[in-house]
């Protein structure tokens, strides 16, 4: 008996299943898109999720426009710092590890592709972690400007 009902069962759901695949005038077209043309499209789109869902610790890559030079952070590791628009609403503050990585030699208005890590923060987060690790226990991160990378 159970085996009987457990058939009628899965019948059931293939035939609801298939029911919902059929085509109908009101169904949305289907539209694939390769994946490298959405990273294209999107280059922010996890940093922006990793700040809306206040996350930390997320590797991440990304473009912006850097719109503001800060003095560099020299206690501990010494650590360039530079704002970088990703979007309207968005700024990340940079940490690039000098005593690790090379500097980059920025202006305001440059544009900028990066990998590092990010950490949430209200303002929009930092990314950090933009050079080698010595260690190799860490992803490596860069900054890169006019086709150089610096990490």
């Not at 109908?24 to 999720?49: F, R």
């Not at 950490?119 to 050079?131: D, L, S």
Request: charged residues 20%.
């Amino acid at each position: 008996m159970k085996a009987i009902v457990n058939r009628i069962a899965f019948a059931l759901l293939v035939t609801l299943t298939l029911s919902a695949c059929k085509e109908s005038a009101e169904a949305p077209e289907l539209i694939l898109v390769p994946a490298q043309q959405l990273v294209e499209e999107q280059p922010n789109a996890g940093i922006e999720q990793a700040f809306v869902h206040k996350k930390s610790d997320v590797q991440v890559s990304g473009q912006g426009v850097v719109v503001k030079l800060l003095p560099d952070d020299n206690k501990g590791s010494q650590h360039q710092k530079f704002l970088v628009k990703i979007n309207a609403e968005q700024t990340l503050l940079f940490a690039h590890n000098i005593d690790l990585a090379t500097r980059v030699p920025l202006q305001v208005g440059d544009e900028v592709t990066f990998s590092g890590e990010y950490v949430y923060n209200p303002k929009g987060g930092i990314v950090h972690w933009t050079h080698l690790d010595p260690q190799g226990n860490h992803p490596a991160g860069w900054v890169m400007l006019h086709g150089k990378k610096y990490q």
